[in-house]
């Protein structure tokens, strides 16, 4: 295939190249695109040293297929276009994702719903690493509320927001300076923020709303309730999920432990007694999303289930579920 990044500079970006390589994707040309700033750079991939364009729509018509991983009105702009002249788009952004007949896939869960579609929506981190491990619970025990605490990474802004987080924590480490805050609204360095993009009429965040709209699309199931609360931590990457599940059947620690064991994209690692729980440290670079602490919930009897989980945001919330994506693709 004839395959392009758009983006190809950013947090997303970079790994989309990696994890093409990796899981040798068939690429017959790779192009990498960002904005005029980073054109002419070379990089080295594994299909060899590649120079980065200044994206142009004329460029995009001899792909096959395109990656994007680029803001949403950049998405919303272009890749109507690219489909028109029959290039397939995979996209990073939150544009298409709510849009009726654009399918929103997490290939464990909803891949038949890529279909023939040329325009396929990657969901927002913190959802995918979510429904992960969500859908097999709901196929075991069924599914009756939801609730979401989240601990997300500084990498989940961006390239920028890894350059603040780290540009700050030596200002005060090193400098004994006060921290300064661009990218976050405020300073991420020794402090947890909660908040995640705007508020929203109902007083919750839109990166909190993402979670409970999207899951409902993925999973199919449009009038689950979920209340989820994201906050910034000042770690570099992986996001972390406290989820606390209502079924609607009854459920057991056991028992949910060996269906999770059994769910492709989820790692079972829970042994707290001898400190095996999961953790960005240990996400960190990994395709499986972990799932640990995994007890009983007495608040909800014997229906309730509270898990820990850590999935690498960058693979399984963003680059590695868009190959997933496109490896579906490669077989329809
Ligand atoms: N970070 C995450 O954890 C995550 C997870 C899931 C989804 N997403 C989504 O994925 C997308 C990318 O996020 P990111 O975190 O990778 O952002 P990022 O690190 O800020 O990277 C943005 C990329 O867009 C490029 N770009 C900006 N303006 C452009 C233009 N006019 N033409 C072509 N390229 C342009 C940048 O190129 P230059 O370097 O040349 O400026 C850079 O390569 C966003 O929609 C985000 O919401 C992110």
Same mark, same amino acid.
């Given at each position: 295939?004839?395959?392009?990044?758009?983006?190809?500079?950013?947090?997303?970006?970079?790994?989309?190249?990696?994890?093409?390589?990796?899981?040798?994707?068939?690429?017959?040309?790779?192009?990498?695109?960002?904005?005029?700033?980073?054109?002419?750079?070379?990089?080295?991939?594994?299909?060899?040293?590649?120079?980065?364009?200044?994206?142009?729509?004329?460029?995009?018509?001899?792909?096959?297929?395109?990656?994007?991983?680029?803001?949403?009105?950049?998405?919303?702009?272009?890749?109507?276009?690219?489909?028109?002249?029959?290039?397939? $788009?995979?996209?990073?952004?939150?544009?298409?994702?709510?849009?009726?007949?654009?399918?929103?896939?997490?290939?464990?869960?909803?891949?038949?719903?890529?279909?023939?579609?040329?325009?396929?929506?990657?969901?927002?981190?913190?959802?995918?690493?979510?429904?992960?491990?969500?859908?097999?619970?709901?196929?075991?025990?069924?599914?009756?509320?939801?609730?979401?605490?989240? +601990?997300?990474?500084?990498?989940?802004?961006?390239?920028?927001?890894?350059?603040?987080?780290?540009?700050?924590?030596?200002?005060?480490? $090193?400098?004994?300076?006060?921290?300064?805050?661009?990218?976050?609204?405020?300073?991420?360095?020794?402090?947890?923020?909660?908040?995640?993009?705007?508020?929203?009429?109902?007083? +919750?965040?839109?990166?909190?709303?993402?979670?409970?709209?999207?899951?409902?699309?993925?999973?199919?199931?449009?009038?689950?309730?979920?209340?989820?609360?994201?906050?910034?931590?000042?770690?570099?990457?992986?996001?972390?999920?406290?989820?606390?599940?209502?079924?609607?059947?009854?459920?057991?620690?056991?028992?949910?432990?060996?269906?999770?064991?059994?769910?492709?994209?989820?790692?079972?690692?829970?042994?707290?007694?001898?400190?095996? +729980?999961?953790?960005?440290?240990?996400?960190?670079?990994?395709?499986?999303?972990?799932?640990?602490?995994?007890?009983?919930?007495?608040?909800?009897?014997?229906?309730?289930?509270?898990?820990?989980?850590?999935?690498?945001?960058?693979?399984?919330?963003?680059?590695?579920?868009?190959?997933?994506?496109?490896?579906?693709?490669?077989?329809?």
């Amino acid at each position: 295939m004839r395959v392009g990044i758009v983006g190809a500079t950013g947090a997303v970006g970079r790994e989309l190249v990696d994890v093409l390589g990796r899981r040798a994707f068939p690429v017959s040309s790779l192009r990498l695109f960002a904005s005029a700033r980073s054109a002419g750079m070379k990089t080295t991939t594994p299909f060899g040293e590649t120079e980065i364009e200044e994206f142009s729509d004329a460029k995009m018509r001899d792909l096959d297929l395109a990656l994007l991983a680029v803001s949403g009105d950049f998405a919303k702009a272009h890749a109507p276009r690219m489909v028109e002249a029959g290039v397939t $788009v995979v996209d990073n952004s939150s544009a298409f994702r709510l849009q009726d007949n654009v399918p929103l896939v997490v290939p464990e869960v909803n891949a038949s719903a890529i279909g023939a579609h040329r325009l396929i929506a990657n969901p927002n981190c913190t959802t995918a690493i979510l429904v992960v491990a969500l859908e097999p619970l709901r196929q075991a025990f069924g599914l009756r509320r939801v609730i979401v605490s989240t +601990y997300q990474a500084a990498s989940g802004a961006g390239a920028e927001g890894m350059a603040e987080l780290e540009r700050e924590t030596r200002r005060v480490l $090193v400098d004994g300076a006060k921290p300064q805050h661009d990218v976050f609204r405020w300073p991420l360095a020794f402090n947890v923020i909660p908040q995640i993009d705007s508020f929203q009429p109902n007083a +919750y965040t839109r990166e909190e709303m993402k979670v409970v709209w999207e899951s409902r699309k993925i999973m199919g199931l449009p009038d689950l309730p979920i209340s989820c609360t994201a906050v910034r931590i000042p770690t570099m990457r992986v996001h972390a999920e406290a989820v606390t599940i209502e079924t609607e059947r009854p459920v057991t620690p056991e028992a949910a432990r060996e269906v999770l064991r059994r769910a492709p994209g989820v790692k079972v690692v829970d042994d707290p007694e001898n400190g095996i +729980y999961p953790m960005p440290l240990t996400a960190t670079g990994q395709d499986d999303v972990e799932a640990g602490r995994i007890r009983a919930n007495p608040v909800f009897g014997d229906r309730g289930l509270d898990i820990f989980l850590c999935g690498d945001q960058l693979l399984k919330g963003a680059a590695l579920n868009a190959v997933q994506i496109a490896e579906r693709l490669k077989a329809a």
